[in-house]
């Protein structure tokens, strides 16, 4: 699977639109781009999951240029409850999920 | 059940005891995950199980580590002779066929070995 590189931490202000850069060099073709999301003391959830271009949904928007060695995670104008960890992943078929270590969102008030 | 189940959510142990951990997949999801989670780190792989197949038991760090999934449905984490590096928390998760589809994590067990 390719190998993903995330910032470690970011920090943003409520009410800002927050994004975060993901870099899979070496994605395959069939491989999806898929972010989830980590609470403190509870398990990751899936938030949104592309393959190419624009995809959104009621948490989050997915960019994916059109090389897609890179894909951005939008939060669209954030609150005290987005701080999580969020995690970018390269996904094939039913192959396993590797996760790394996430970017730790804090968001101030 | 609505997702994906895991007791106990808290487990205090004494180094050398041997835990078991349960995961109770969401209904009908034929894939489970085990991972496990350091503080401040990110999710290691331990094993995985799909349907009828032999599991993947490539991420279990020693064979002190074992898991089983009875009728394709729950599973149990053992750890035989804990250390304390074992403490960590234990996350199942449950996908109705792999990655592409999604998992859901339960909300994990959290291991503490003194």
């Known amino acids: 699977l390719a190998k993903t590189t995330q910032p470690i931490s970011m920090d943003s202000y409520e009410g800002q639109e927050v994004n975060i850069t993901c870099s899979h060099n070496?994605?395959?073709?069939?491989?999806?781009i898929t972010w989830y999301q980590q609470f403190p003391s509870q398990g990751p959830r899936f938030i949104i999951q592309?393959?190419?271009t624009k995809v959104t949904n009621e948490v989050a928007s997915l960019f994916i240029p059109a090389d897609r060695k890179s894909s951005t995670l939008s939060l669209p104008r954030v609150s005290l409850s987005d701080t999580a960890v969020y995690y970018c992943?390269?996904?094939?078929?039913?192959?396993?999920?590797?996760f790394g270590t996430g970017t730790r969102l804090t968001i101030i008030p | 059940g609505a997702g994906v189940s895991q007791s106990p959510s808290n487990k205090v142990t004494e180094k050398g005891k041997d835990v078991e951990l349960r995961c109770d997949p969401i209904?009908?999801?034929?894939?489970l995950y085990w991972y496990r989670q350091s503080l401040g780190q990110g999710l290691e792989f331990l094993i995985y199980?799909?349907?009828?197949?032999?599991?993947?038991k490539s991420g279990l760090p020693s064979d002190r580590f074992s898991a089983e999934r009875t009728g394709g449905s729950v599973s149990t984490l053992t750890i035989q002779r804990t250390q304390q590096e074992d403490s960590a928390v234990y996350l199942c998760?449950?996908?109705?066929?792999?990655?592409?589809?999604?998992?859901?994590f339960g909300s994990g067990t959290r291991l503490t070995v003194v």
């Open positions: 998760a449950s996908s109705q066929n792999g990655g592409l589809y999604g998992y859901t």
């Open positions: 070496n994605i395959a073709t069939n491989d999806y």
């Open positions: 592309g393959y190419k």
């Open positions: 992943l390269v996904v094939f078929g039913n192959e396993k999920l590797t």
């Open positions: 209904s009908g999801h034929t894939a």
């Open positions: 199980f799909q349907g009828n197949s032999a599991p993947d």
